[in-house]
């Protein structure tokens, strides 16, 4: 059974960085594609960027020049860094990765951006 383990969040002020770690429980290399995606209470699940095997990534539209997503398979780790974070980024961020025949969630992690 994989595995998926999220890090990283927290709470910080408006406009601080932060930076998310996803750790599979094995390569990553067996992912043809891995995303992050957010929620908050009484809202459908967002999706937020994803990265495939070759290192092509897609962002939300509105989340372009903020939020950059990266994989190291050496790690066997996916991490989403965040900067210029605002309170409407507070959500539960959560990693998806997909193989051919299924796909796995971990189990989300906290951020929350308050002053």
């Known amino acids: 059974q994989v595995q998926l383990v999220e890090s990283g969040g927290g709470l910080v002020q408006p406009g601080e960085s932060l930076r998310l770690s996803c750790a599979a429980s094995q390569s990553i290399f067996n992912f043809y594609i891995m995303s992050w995606y957010r929620q908050t209470p009484g809202k459908q699940r967002e999706w937020v960027a994803s990265?495939?095997?070759?290192?092509?990534?897609n962002y939300k539209d509105s989340l372009k020049g903020r939020f950059i997503i990266s994989r190291d398979n050496a790690k066997n780790t996916m991490d989403l860094q965040m900067i210029s974070l605002k309170p409407e980024d507070t959500a539960v961020y959560s990693c998806?990765?997909?193989?051919?025949?299924?796909?796995?969630w971990g189990q989300g992690t906290q951020v929350t951006v308050s002053s």
């Open positions: 998806n990765a997909h193989t051919f025949s299924s796909h796995y």
């Open positions: 990265i495939d095997k070759s290192g092509t990534t």
